[in-house]
Nanobody
């Protein structure tokens, strides 16, 4: 299973950015998908996840009301829409796949390579 992220870049505070994750090589609809982020010297933290069945979503507190996760099972794609970006949001954002409980524990079955997000103030 391969996960490839795209959409990262440099934006100004208050701007929006849409990250995409394309999953190949497996049964996409059977995986829950999550977005994590990591800054230098810190461990990866869970940002949001969407389950494999009815699209139930979960967000970390800092993402609630600003970020939106969605999936398109026909295109094997998960997106993370990030709005009102703040100076504390810069990180490398990673896509991950697995069971919901493994994603919540931070030990997914598969990781993408990450896409960097930079926010200028």
């Amino acid at each position: 299973v391969q996960l490839v992220e795209s959409g990262g870049g440099l934006v100004q505070a208050g701007d929006s950015l849409r990250l995409s994750c394309v999953v190949s090589g497996g049964s996409f609809s059977s995986y829950a998908i999550a977005w994590f982020r990591q800054t230098p010297g810190n461990k990866r933290e869970l940002v949001s996840l969407i389950n494999e069945n009815v699209g139930v979503t979960w967000y970390e507190n800092f993402a609630k009301g600003r970020f939106a996760i969605s999936r398109d099972n026909a295109k094997n794609t998960v997106a993370l829409e990030m709005n009102s970006l703040k100076p504390e949001d810069p990180a490398v954002y990673y896509c991950a796949a697995g069971a919901t409980y493994t994603l919540r524990l931070g030990v997914p079955d598969y990781w993408g390579q990450g896409t960097p997000v930079t926010v200028s103030s």
